[in-house]
């Protein structure tokens, strides 16, 4: 099975060619693509306790160690390109978030047909993007060709997870499929729903501190004005004795 990149990938291909051209940022996305990978290895691993079919066992604990290999050399070049320049730049990884989607696995809740299902999607994504990154990397040659060593790794995945699961569910592939993707799907909007909501929210933030926040500084300031100076004159007709 050959990866091949979605079609807003494409469409976006020339932002992903400005999100990779800064070595800084390039460097910031491979330790962030190191992180995703690892946590993709532990998940895969804990997958391959759990299944009880030996076949499964066995593919996803190559896939785990496949994972962690792409842990280590995300991470060696995310090192060598941040030796070359300073850190502290915007990371864009809405734009080019790399294998994503392993980071929503929640392996204890999945049957071996729903996992399989999950990650044929989410390695299938992965691959598509990583075909991507590999042509607009042309600034980059070793960069781009450890994506393409990686590339081959992500192909397999993808391979064997929907062969698996056409052999465990011959007749329900098409329905896991089709689960697995609405469930994608509204991860995805969950996604851009919080990134918005955390926009609004600084937005927000920022009319009350710079508009609603003086408003009352200047009223409080008027209001003060009014105030006599000195001390108040006690109210009229109330005595200590009275309180007794
Ligand atoms: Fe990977
Ligand atoms: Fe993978």
Redesign the pocket.
């Known amino acids: 099975m050959r990866a091949a990149p979605s079609t807003v990938d494409i469409l976006l291909t020339p932002v992903h060619r400005w999100v990779w051209a800064d070595v800084q940022r390039r460097a910031r996305k491979m330790l962030r693509f190191s992180e995703t990978?690892a946590d993709?290895a532990r998940d895969i691993t804990r997958a391959a306790e759990v299944t009880r079919d030996p076949t499964l066992r066995r593919l996803y604990l190559r896939?785990a160690d496949?994972?962690q290999r792409?842990a280590f050399l995300f991470n060696r070049r995310g090192r060598e390109l941040l030796d070359s320049s300073r850190a502290g730049v915007f990371e864009a990884n809405w734009l080019a978030p790399g294998?994503r989607g392993?980071d929503d696995l929640e392996v204890g809740t999945e049957n071996d047909e729903s996992l399989l299902a999950f990650?044929y999607l989410?390695?299938k994504a992965?691959?598509g993007r990583f075909v991507v990154y590999g042509r607009v990397l042309g600034c980059d040659p070793q960069t781009g060709a450890m994506f393409a060593r990686?590339l081959e790794?992500?192909e397999f995945?993808?391979t064997y997870t929907r062969k698996q699961l056409a052999r465990l569910s011959p007749r329900r592939q098409g329905l896991r499929l089709w689960q697995a993707r609405a469930g994608r799907l509204w991860k995805a909007y969950l996604r851009v729903a919080t990134a918005i909501a955390a926009l609004m929210g600084t937005a927000m933030l920022a009319i009350q501190y710079f508009l609603i926040l003086p408003l009352f500084a200047v009223l409080a300031k008027r209001a003060a004005r009014r105030e006599p100076e000195g001390f108040s004159r006690p109210r009229a007709g109330r005595t200590l004795e009275g309180q007794s």
Do not use: C, N, R, W
Request: proline share 0%; hydrophobic share 35%.
């Open positions: 990978e993709g896939h496949d994972e792409h294998e392993l990650l989410s390695e992965a691959a990686i790794d992500e995945h993808m």
